[in-house]
């Protein structure tokens, strides 16, 4: 069964640090990717998605995320987090069928120290 | 453009009421879901339709019912709550086809007791 895995349930960085939030998936062929961010009390919001071509994707808000088929991942990365960009973040893939369903991994929460 | 709107916000229902959690949206999108968010779980698929007149179960259909006699509309129906559907409930939205991204509301916390 597809599945998606984000290893890390809370990352703590400093503001001006870089970031890197991972995500691993399990799926035969490449799917579609996302990912989502979700600010506390709010619903989600797309950030970056891959479909297909340049493995390195950007996003909103100064994210960009590497699709390395290799190691069946799909990390996203900052280099220089803002307070503001403290909430929790979801990665899900899609394509695996003609139901358009995603499949979500189970969250990592950022947190910002000042 | 409202996006994807649903009500209400929140709820709080005793065990055995039923009720509908209701969601729209304005953008002619084709395939709409419903979601569940429990903390560690991220979300997971409820029901999903790809047009009015079709729907179909996700991960977790048992104890909820969906329609889809409009494109616009897709309600959510708790028939017997309890208190294992205590979650927060997202609907989304999208084009469908090949676009598979999805537009998500702001969600309704429903609380059973």
């Known amino acids: 069964a597809q599945s998606v895995t984000q290893p890390d349930i809370h990352i703590t960085v400093s503001e001006g640090a870089s970031l890197e939030l991972r995500c691993n998936y399990s799926y035969g062929a490449t799917p579609y990717l996302f990912w989502y961010v979700q600010s506390p009390g709010q619903g989600l919001q797309l950030l970056l998605k891959y479909f297909s071509g340049d493995t390195l994707v950007q996003g909103i808000k100064g994210f960009e995320a590497e699709f390395k088929r290799s190691q069946s991942s799909f990390n996203l990365r900052k280099p220089s987090v803002h307070w503001s960009d403290a909430a929790e973040y979801f990665c899900a893939v899609g394509g695996m069928d003609s139901s358009y369903k995603l499949i979500f991994g189970s969250g990592t929460r950022l947190l910002v120290r000042p | 453009n409202a996006g994807v709107t649903q009500t209400p916000k929140f709820q709080v229902l005793k065990t055995g009421q039923s009720m509908t959690l209701q969601c729209a949206q304005d953008m002619n999108h084709e395939y709409m879901s419903w979601y569940r968010q429990d903390p560690g779980m991220g979300l997971r698929l409820i029901h999903y339709s790809v047009g009015a007149g079709i729907t179909d179960q996700g991960e977790v259909p048992n104890g909820y019912n969906v329609s889809r006699s409009t494109t616009e509309d897709f309600p959510l129906r708790l028939l017997s709550a309890a208190p294992s559907q205590t979650s927060v409930y997202f609907c989304?939205?999208?084009?469908?086809?090949?676009?598979?991204?999805?537009?998500f509301g702001p969600g309704t916390r429903l609380t059973v007791t």
């Open positions: 989304a939205s999208s084009y469908g086809t090949s676009n598979y991204e999805q537009y």
